[in-house]
């Protein structure tokens, strides 16, 4: 959906309002707080396309919540989770988050080769969860490494013998410096 002014000289969509609510925070955050002051008529178009973002947005109920906090009247057009400005502070402090810890935005692809060691710990720990390809690895290197042999690892890891041989396969092969596969993925060992 697009938004225009009266004028219909700007239109401004809420992905875009979005994106250029965190961009101006990452801005702001590289740059110790100095960033440039937005216009009115600006800000209004912003907060008119934010007010459109959908209740099952993920920062919604950060909005929602900041809005009824600072008794904010209802969004206009009676639909909508929070008015423009909640919904720029919840955006706002969702990109703090994700620049502060170095997490993966949106737009970006997860590393493939990255290990997720808090559930390698805890399925190592005997709880079941489910793991990703990198972390089926983590674990058979780990079983391994004591003592368990191919049944077992596939017995825990629920999946065929033939699969946790390969793996086997790859990691003595890469200990012994005869290969260089990564070992997680064929993208991961393009990275590498």
């Known amino acids: 959906m697009e938004?225009?002014?009266?004028?219909?000289?700007?239109?401004?969509?809420?992905?875009?309002?979005?994106?250029l609510v965190r961009q101006d925070e990452r801005a702001r955050l590289a740059a110790q707080g100095t960033t440039t002051v937005p216009q009115p008529a600006e800000v209004q178009l912003l907060h008119a396309a934010l007010t459109l973002l959908p209740a099952g947005h993920p920062v919604a109920p950060i909005a929602g919540?900041?809005?009824r906090a600072f008794d904010h009247a209802t969004p206009p057009h009676g639909q909508g989770v929070a008015c423009g400005r909640c919904w720029e502070y919840a955006i706002r402090c969702?990109?703090?988050?994700?620049?502060?810890?170095?997490?993966?935005?949106?737009?970006?692809?997860?590393?493939?080769?990255y290990v997720d060691e808090i559930a390698v710990a805890r399925f190592m720990d005997g709880e079941s969860l489910p793991l990703g390809e990198p972390e089926r690895w983590e674990v058979t290197r780990r079983m391994r490494a004591?003592?368990?042999?191919?049944?077992?690892?596939?017995d825990r890891l629920g999946e065929s013998s033939q699969a946790v041989r390969r793996r086997l396969d790859a990691l003595a092969g890469r200990a012994q410096g005869s290969t260089p596969v990564v070992g997680v993925t064929d993208e991961a060992a393009q990275v590498a």
């Not at 002014?5 to 994106?19: F, K, M, P, S």
């Open 146 to 154: 004591q003592g368990h042999g191919p049944w077992a690892i596939s």
């Open 3 to 19: 938004i225009r002014t009266h004028d219909g000289a700007h239109r401004l969509d809420v992905a875009q309002a979005e994106r």
């Open 65 to 67: 919540e900041a809005c």
């Open 94 to 113: 969702d990109e703090r988050v994700v620049v502060e810890f170095g997490l993966t935005k949106d737009d970006e692809k997860p590393d493939p080769s």
